[in-house]
């Protein structure tokens, strides 16, 4: 009977991190680039009570086992891009496809991230490409820099950028950088729309504007590709789950006081 109060257990903590992920996703709908997640299970060890045997045609063919709960094995992370929203800002950019964009911390570490809701930096009289937090967004050759008396900025499909001047002329400053991954879901989310590489990302690929990482679009945003009727049948889901397991240790219990109150 104390086996299936700790299978039991097992089940409510694994239906307890699933409610949690699944409120996060539900909590990020409106974030920009957030990407829904997903944890994955997997049962635990079996105990072998008895052994199938088969000698001659004859014997018993199956196994007889009992299980030991369930483990969370992964979260995994869904790249597929999200609602594109029209915002008539030129430094918001989306990028329709798997491409990140390449960003620099403020201590030289490279940051990628699908969140194209850039802002302008002023330094003194030269304008740079930043993030939210202030961080450097690269290009082919570093840090953006638009250069001053910018009165317009227009980026081209494959991220080429042109500045046109105030007094009309038409300045070629290179393209953003697209990156790509073997495996994006293997990237770690830090946080502020922000992941960085891990062995199972495999490492950051150029795309060097070839087209293989996405289109860009200037004048939009990418939101989260969360579905939110889908979280509320999937939230549903863990609440009966866990239910059902917190039954099961209430009827595991009746039993062993069932069995402890046994009068001869």
């Known amino acids: 009977m104390m086996r299936a109060l700790w299978t039991a257990s097992t089940g409510m903590q ?5 409610v949690d992920t699944i409120s996060n996703n539900m909590a990020n709908v409106n974030s920009v680039s957030y990407k829904k997640s997903r944890v994955e299970f997997k049962d635990l060890l079996y105990e072998t009570m ?14 007889l086992q009992v299980g030991h709960g369930v483990m969370a094995a992964a979260s995994v992370k869904f790249f597929t891009t999200g609602s594109l929203d029209a915002t008539n800002n030129p430094y918001d950019i989306a990028i329709d496809g798997r491409g990140f964009f390449k960003i620099l911390g403020p201590e030289g570490q490279e940051y990628y991230t699908k969140d ?11 304008y740079n490409l930043v ?5 450097y967004v690269q290009g082919e050759n570093g ?15 494959r991220g080429f950028i042109s500045v046109k001047r105030e007094d009309g002329t038409i300045e ?11 495996n994006p879901a293997g990237l770690e989310s830090i946080g502020k729309n922000l992941y960085i590489t891990t062995g199972a990302s495999g490492e950051a690929f150029d795309t060097q504007n070839d087209g293989t990482g996405g289109n860009i679009l200037q004048g939009y945003l990418e939101y989260s590709n969360v579905q939110i009727v889908e979280e509320m049948v999937k939230l549903i889901q863990a609440q009966r ?24």
């Open 131 to 135: 993030t939210s937090e202030g961080y």
């Open 143 to 157: 840090n953006i820099e638009l250069g001053s008396e910018v009165k317009d900025v227009t980026i081209d499909q």
């Open 14 to 18: 694994a239906q307890q991190l699933n």
């Open 116 to 126: 194209g809701s850039f802002k302008i930096s002023v330094d003194g009289e030269n």
């Open 172 to 182: 070629e400053l290179g393209s953003l950088s697209i990156i790509t991954f073997v």
């Open 50 to 63: 008895e052994r199938g045997i088969v000698k001659d045609g004859q014997g018993k063919p199956i196994n």
């Open 241 to 264: 789950a866990y239910e059902m397991n917190s039954k099961s240790i209430q009827t595991a219990d009746e039993m062993l006081g069932l069995a402890n109150n046994l009068r001869r």
